[in-house]
């Protein structure tokens, strides 16, 4: 039986392992409107998609490295941080091509947020002895079409 202590643990773990998914699957639909928006064409604005996993593939090379020096706590709240102002500029974003940047920042942030949430959701599982945890946590990860 699952402690009610690690319940709320749990639940932001499982949030912060939706970031990466969200950022994508919530976007996708909105690159007609884009293309709309930014007077361009949607191959420009399928570049968007390939910077963002560009960026999560270099985040999570660097990821890595800084949480050893420099711990789990103080690298995700920068990049919790870093994920806001570059959500928020990309609302703000003046064109396709800083658009095309800001999700590539997005993403290393993302990649960041993802890695942080899922290393301790592997500790919490095994502390509580949840095996059941690891089915809710492939479906944070992989959402079902």
Aim: hydrophobic fraction near 55%; aromatic fraction near 10%; charged fraction near 10%.
């Amino acid at each position: 039986m699952m402690k009610t202590q690690h319940l709320g643990l749990i639940a932001i773990l499982a949030g912060l392992m939706a970031f990466a998914p969200m950022s994508i699957d919530m976007y996708l639909p909105a690159m007609p409107e884009l293309a709309h928006v930014f007077a361009t064409d949607t191959a420009r604005v399928q570049n968007t998609v390939a910077s963002f996993f560009l960026g999560f593939a270099i985040g999570q090379a660097f990821y890595g490295p800084i949480t050893d020096r420099f711990g789990r706590k103080k690298p995700l709240y920068v990049t919790l941080t870093l994920f806001a102002l570059v959500s928020l500029g990309c609302v703000f974003a003046p064109d396709i091509d800083s658009f095309i940047i800001l999700r590539f920042l997005q993403a290393i942030a993302v990649s960041a947020i993802t890695a942080g949430g899922g290393v301790p959701m592997a500790g919490v599982i095994a502390a509580c002895g949840l095996l059941s945890l690891t089915v809710l946590l492939t479906l944070v990860r992989k959402p079902q079409h």
